[in-house]
C-alpha cells in the first residue's frame, strides 16, 4: 500500500531562515500532491497544489518541488516568521484518493 | 464565505450511546469525506462520497456509518461508540481544479470522547 513520510516530527529554524521540509513517498506516483498547513485544535487549510508534470510551484514566501523519481516533495518557506509556526502536512492524490502524511510540526524561533 | 461546517464541536458520550456528527457545506462540491486524526497516526479517511447516494469505504470504516442524500450534508453516525473511537473528527468537502487535481476544505472538527 501507498506509504508517505515526512521528514521529521519536529524541525526548529531561526526566524529569517529557509524551512525545508520533506515528504518521500513509496510507491505509486500520484498524479497530484497537496501541502496544507494546521495549527492546533483547527482543520488542515490548503496552500498549494502540484502536478505531477510540474517540477515547481511558488506562492509568496512558499515553494514547492516534486521529484518523481526520487518520489519526493519538498516544501520550503522562505524569510521564516514565528506566525509560521504550525504542522505542515503533504497529502497525494490520485484516482480521487487522497492520502495524508503525519506531518511535521514547524516551530520558527524569533 | 465557503464554508465547512460541523456540529457538535466536542462531544462527550458512553459506550454504545448512538450518535451523529452532522456536516454541512455551501459549495455545491460532489465530493466530500470524513477523517478521524490522531496522535502519531495523523489524518485517516473514514468514508467518503463522491455524489449524492455514493458512499465508499476509506481506511478506516469499522463502527461508522454515513449518508449523503443531499449534496450538502454528509452525517457520520456511530451506532455503538466504543472508546477506541475516542479521537479528532473533521468532515472534507473537495473542489476539483480545472487542470486536474483538488483541493480539500476542512471543518473546524469535532473532538469526540467516548467513557
Known amino acids: 500500500s501507498q506509504k508517505i513520510e515526512q521528514n521529521s516530527e519536529a524541525l526548529n529554524i531561526q526566524e529569517g531562515k529557509t524551512a525545508t521540509l520533506t515528504c518521500n513517498y513509496t510507491?505509486?506516483?500520484?498524479?497530484?500532491l497537496q501541502w496544507y498547513r494546521q495549527d492546533p485544535g483547527r482543520g488542515p487549510v490548503f496552500l498549494l497544489l502540484?502536478?505531477?508534470?510540474?517540477k515547481e510551484k511558488r506562492k509568496e514566501r512558499l515553494k514547492v518541488t516534486f521529484d518523481t523519481t526520487l518520489k519526493q516533495s519538498l516544501f520550503h518557506i522562505t524569510a521564516s516568521q514565528p506566525a509560521d509556526s504550525a504542522t505542515y502536512l503533504c497529502a497525494l492524490d490520485r484516482d480521487d484518493k487522497i492520502i495524508f502524511g503525519k506531518g511535521t510540526r514547524l516551530h520558527i524561533l524569533p | 464565505e465557503a464554508q465547512v461546517t460541523q456540529n457538535p464541536r466536542y462531544l462527550i458520550t458512553v459506550t454504545g450511546k448512538k450518535l451523529t456528527v452532522t456536516c454541512s457545506q455551501n459549495m455545491n462540491h460532489e465530493y466530500m469525506s470524513w477523517y478521524r486524526q490522531d496522535p502519531g497516526l495523523g489524518l485517516r479517511q473514514i468514508y467518503y462520497s463522491m455524489n449524492v447516494e455514493v458512499t465508499d469505504k476509506g481506511d478506516v470504516p469499522e463502527g461508522y456509518k454515513v449518508s449523503r442524500k443531499e449534496k450538502r450534508n454528509f452525517p457520520l453516525i456511530l451506532e455503538s461508540p466504543s472508546p477506541n473511537q475516542t479521537s479528532l473528527y473533521f468532515c472534507?468537502?473537495?473542489?476539483?481544479?480545472?487542470?486536474?487535481?483538488?483541493?480539500?476544505?476542512f471543518g473546524a472538527g469535532t473532538r469526540l470522547s467516548v467513557l
Open positions: 510507491n505509486y506516483s500520484p498524479a497530484y
Open positions: 472534507a468537502s473537495n473542489e476539483g481544479l480545472a487542470g486536474g487535481g483538488n483541493i480539500q476544505y
Open positions: 502540484i502536478r505531477e508534470n510540474e
